[in-house]
């Protein structure tokens, strides 16, 4: 059964720095998402991507943060300049045009020391 | 704004059912979904039920929506040890409106022997 993947499944990086988060959504899905989750707090929406645009975001996704589908199976997350409080588990996710259902991958943990 | 709310911890003997509660507070929400996460896995859809509807039955798991009381809940018959994970409760709204997924904090279910 195809299923989202995400890598690296951790990454610790120092504050200040950049990372990239990468996502192979499946196949013939359409629209794309992140989530993240702080320890011992709900998931919450960051963004969603349609037709290579941002399509709604949160609060939270600041000009820190941005998305992009550099080709036609990767969808990444980057974080310009990471703080203390970005370290969460990161959930990519993502459906059929016309679906309900958001598939969402294992998620990469980032840890900013 | 929205939000969903749901007991953090269940405890229940194996063999036994399992319930667990969640209400929310958008009035307008169409699909409502009920998420597992195993430790260390990403988050697996269990089962939804669309806000027209007042029950549905997966096999070992009951979906039951009071919509007036903004509440839901999820069954698991006959629980097994496998069955223990945390379980999120979540919702979605109209679908030209948000695409975004409202998550609970999440219920971890913990299976006595």
């Known amino acids: 059964e195809p299923e989202v993947t995400q890598t690296p499944s951790h990454q610790v990086t120092q504050m200040g720095q950049e990372v990239i988060l990468r996502c192979v959504p499946i196949?013939?899905?359409?629209?794309f998402y992140w989530y993240r989750q702080i320890l011992g707090q709900k998931v919450e929406f960051l963004v969603s991507?349609?037709?290579?645009?941002?399509?709604?975001k949160s609060e939270i996704f600041d000009d820190q943060f941005s998305v992009e589908r550099p080709d036609g199976s990767n969808f990444t997350l980057k974080i310009r300049s990471t703080k203390l409080e970005d370290s969460a588990m990161y959930f990519c996710?993502?459906?059929?045009?016309?679906?309900?259902?958001?598939?969402f991958g294992p998620g990469t943990r980032l840890t900013v020391t | 704004g929205e939000d969903v709310e749901q007991s953090l911890f269940l405890s229940v003997r194996e063999g036994d059912s399992s319930v667990i509660n969640c209400t929310y507070t958008?009035?307008?929400?169409?699909?409502l979904y009920w998420y597992k996460q195993e430790p260390g896995a990403g988050l697996q859809l269990l089962t939804y039920?669309?806000?027209?509807?007042d029950m549905k039955q997966d096999q070992r798991l009951t979906v039951l929506l009071n919509k007036k009381d903004k509440h839901l809940s999820l069954r698991i018959a006959d629980t097994q040890t496998g069955d223990s994970a945390i379980y999120f409760c979540?919702?979605?709204?109209?679908?030209?409106?948000?695409?975004?997924?409202?998550f609970g904090k999440g219920t971890r279910l913990h299976i006595l022997p």
């Open positions: 996710a993502s459906r059929v045009l016309a679906g309900y259902e958001q598939y």
């Open positions: 196949s013939n899905h359409l629209y």
């Open positions: 991507f349609y037709n290579n645009e941002i399509s709604e």
């Open positions: 958008d009035s307008s929400s169409t699909y």
């Open positions: 039920i669309f806000s027209n509807m």
């Open positions: 979540a919702e979605r709204g109209p679908m030209n409106r948000d695409d975004k997924i409202i």
